[in-house]
């Protein structure tokens, strides 16, 4: 069975970059059947949308997160990641990877745990 | 964009209950809606998708309904293990966005 491990820096400063890697277990990220995708989640408040990419590099992005946001893979390693620059306290909030299947009708089968970045000085 | 409007925000129920939650888009999405289940400090769950459809594992007593712009989750008969946050999520759209969320709480 797939799996996803988010992981980042935890901790970073206002005005910095952040960025964060998801890692895929269990089944390659080379493949024509899902994509892949970030959504976040601030303390306490609902879900959001970022944006998703291919085993190729298509992406696709909520308009909300395209100024800020990128997001890119990497078949070699089997991650995908996404960058986050001139990040705010409003950016605060648990990053989590899922896996978007392309034939099965469901927007993302399965996600990663979630990791918490805080931006803060 | 599509806004997706769930109520109640928050539900008191007891066990055996059967509970109706209710999301509402601004425009119509057909049937590409899906509801998840999250419980404190975990990921989202996925229950239900393309409206009414039972993703795999999932129990039956979850059931999902409507297009265009009204949708509903219902669970037939509450147990202990509901007891959660549920979100309707639009993937009509790039946006993909989800509603605010229905918190299910012990009466």
């Known amino acids: 069975q797939v799996q996803l491990q988010e992981s980042g820096p935890g901790l970073v400063k206002p005005s910095e970059t952040l960025s964060l890697t998801c890692t895929v277990s269990?089944?390659?990220?080379?493949?024509?059947?899902?994509?892949w995708a970030w959504i976040r989640q601030p303390p306490g408040k609902g879900l959001e949308w970022i944006a998703t990419i291919s085993y190729s590099g298509t992406t696709y992005y909520n308009p909300s997160f395209l100024s800020r946001f990128t997001i890119s893979v990497d078949t070699s390693k089997n991650q995908f990641s996404l960058r986050l620059t001139s990040v705010t306290a409003a950016d605060t909030a648990i990053y989590y990877c899922?896996?978007?299947?392309?034939?099965?009708?469901?927007?993302?089968?399965?996600w990663g745990q979630g990791t918490l970045v805080t931006v803060s000085s | 964009d599509i806004q997706l409007t769930q109520s109640p925000s928050t539900l008191s129920a007891s066990v055996g209950d059967r509970v109706i939650i209710t999301c509402r888009a601004s425009r119509s999405i057909g049937d590409w809606l899906a509801w998840y289940q999250q419980k404190p400090g975990k990921a989202p769950k996925l229950l239900i998708y393309?409206?009414?459809t039972l993703e795999s594992g999932v129990s039956s007593r979850f059931s999902g309904s409507g297009s265009g712009t009204e949708f509903t989750l219902t669970i037939s008969s509450l147990q202990p293990d509901d007891f959660a946050t549920y979100y309707c999520?639009?993937?009509?759209?790039?946006?993909?966005?989800f509603g605010q969320g229905t918190k299910v709480e012990f009466k």
């Open positions: 899922a896996r978007v299947p392309l034939y099965g009708g469901q927007p993302a089968d399965f």
């Open positions: 393309r409206a009414s």
């Open positions: 269990g089944g390659s990220i080379n493949s024509d059947d899902y994509y």
């Open positions: 999520q639009q993937y009509y759209t790039y946006s993909k966005t």
